[in-house]
């Protein structure tokens, strides 16, 4: 079967290069919305959402997350915390999701959201991609004060977005469709 949003879902992926120009308003709000909208245990909307559009702010996130990675004792993450490459990929808008400390399902809640924002992203041309490294970043007690978040809320997620460039190299979309069982 084909609709809209099944396109969406299947074209969807990881969005590493970006243009410089800001995305509009309405888009911003078009895909926060759509986080806004996606399920909760108990409907309980455990999210808050902090959109940063400051370059210098987004520059410095980055470059503390891989400060602290560089300390990391995973190789992996110790090479990217030295590379020159930014976490959002110099994406002009990041949006930082967090989730009420005292609800259980935040986590997933939270997933959810950022999601529905990625599809969101897709269905109207824009690429995103789902940053877990700034973890990283959310070590840093003091530098998270930043963030403006409202009392009882912790940061899990980023979430870069901006307009794609026509040179995008787009992520393997390889899928495992050995993940599956029936029992009817
Ligand atoms: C929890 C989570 C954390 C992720 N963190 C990063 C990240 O820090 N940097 C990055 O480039 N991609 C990140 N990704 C994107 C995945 O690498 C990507 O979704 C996966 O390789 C599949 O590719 P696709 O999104 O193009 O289908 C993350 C995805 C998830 C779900």
């Known amino acids: 079967m084909e609709n809209e949003v099944l396109k969406a879902i ?25 986080g806004i909208q996606a399920p909760s245990a108990n409907n ?30 995973n190789e992996r993450i110790v090479n990217i915390g030295k590379s020159s490459t930014n976490i959002f990929y110099n994406a002009p808008t990041v949006i930082m999701v967090s989730g009420e400390e005292e609800v259980s399902s935040s986590l997933v809640d939270c997933s959810a959201a950022i999601e529905n924002m990625l599809i969101a992203c897709e269905s109207i041309g824009l690429g995103a991609v789902w940053i877990g490294l700034v973890r990283f970043f959310f070590t840093l ?44």
Not at 10 to 34: F, M, V, W
Not at 46 to 59: A, G, L, R, S, Y
Not at 168 to 176: A, M, P, T, V
Request: avoid cysteine.
């Open 141 to 184: 007690n003091d530098e998270v004060k930043k963030l403006e978040l409202p009392n009882g809320y912790k940061p899990f997620y980023a979430v870069a977005i901006g307009y794609k460039t026509n040179d995008n190299i787009l992520g393997i979309s390889k899928r495992n469709r050995d993940v599956i069982n029936y029992i009817r």
């Open 10 to 34: 299947r074209n969807r992926r990881s969005t590493r290069k970006y243009k410089d120009e800001q995305i509009g308003e309405e888009e911003l709000q078009t895909i926060l919305d759509a």
């Open 44 to 73: 309980l909307q455990p999210w808050h959402f902090t959109v940063i559009q400051d370059k210098e702010m987004i520059n410095f996130i980055s470059d503390k997350s891989k400060e602290v990675m560089i300390q990391n004792d």
